[in-house]
T-cell receptor, first 115, second 116 residues
Framework: NAGVTQTPKFQVLKTGQSMTLQCAQD?????MYWYRQDPGMGLRLIYY???????DKGEVPNGYNVSRLNKREFSLRLESAAPSQTSVYFC??????????????FGPGTRLTVL | AQKVTQAQTEISVVEKEDVTLDCVYE???????LFWYKQPPSGELVFLIR??????QNEISGRYSWNFQKSTSSFNFTITASQVVDSAVYFC?????????????FGKGTHLIIQP
């Protein structure tokens, strides 16, 4: 039982390059999330997927796209990377029955640097 | 809109001291959930506790305890007899039940340093 896995762990991009961050969970959770963590800013929600087939914007969605490929996988794409997207990216998953909010389980993070 | 404030950016104490991390939240919902997560130097996020707005009982887990007070919109975290292994960044987070799967709103975190 691996929990939430993310690839890659580290990535360096040049401005304008594109890349996709992969996330998978094996806990059969319905909901998945992408956050970014910047120094002194805590974690901020980029996009989330409440269930397979749905995605919604979070607090800081500009410059990103997501795909909920199936129940297990939720990818984050940077189409044209900018230095402001240098950050640590965390994927998370949770089981959210109606009216209840359970804890989220986080992946190990991807440290992205955009030059 | 929901908001979480952790006013203490960094706290440094000597091992075995007690330390309290403050968390103040804002929400318009009557039903909401509060969380604490720990982020050790290795970088992963570790879930510590979840509390819903209808359960104001304080919780104790070993050296950790949490004080939830709706009257002051606070959910403070106390570590008793701190140890070096408690050194980490601690995040308080909030989710409104009406939002369901909308994600967590995090505070900016408190960096706790336990000196030997």
């Amino acid at each position: 039982n691996a929990g939430v896995t993310q690839t890659p762990k580290f990535q360096v991009l040049k401005t304008g390059q594109s890349m996709t961050l992969q996330c998978a969970q094996d806990m059969n959770h319905n909901s998945m999330y992408w956050y970014r963590q910047d120094p002194g800013m805590g974690l901020r929600l980029i996009y989330y997927s409440a269930s397979e087939g749905t995605t919604d914007k979070g607090e800081v969605p500009n410059g990103y796209n997501v795909s909920r490929l199936n129940k297990r996988e939720f990818s984050l794409r940077l189409e044209s990377a900018a230095p402001s997207q240098t950050s640590v990216y965390f994927c998370a998953s949770s089981e959210i029955p109606a009216g209840v909010v359970n804890e989220q389980f986080f992946g190990p993070g991807t440290r992205l640097t955009v030059l | 809109a929901q908001k979480v404030t952790q006013a203490q950016t960094e706290i440094s104490v000597v091992e075995k001291e007690d330390v309290t991390l403050d968390c103040v939240y804002e929400t318009r919902d009557t039903t909401y959930y509060l969380f604490w997560y720990k982020q050790p130097p290795s970088g992963e996020l570790v879930f510590l506790i979840r509390r819903n707005s209808f359960d104001e009982q304080n919780e104790i887990s070993g050296r950790y305890s949490w004080n939830f007070q709706k009257s002051t919109s606070s959910f403070n975290f106390t570590i008793t007899a701190s140890q070096v292994v408690d050194s980490a960044v601690y995040f308080c987070a909030l989710s409104e039940a009406g939002g369901g799967a909308d994600g967590l709103t995090f505070g900016k975190g408190t960096h706790l340093i336990i000196q030997p």
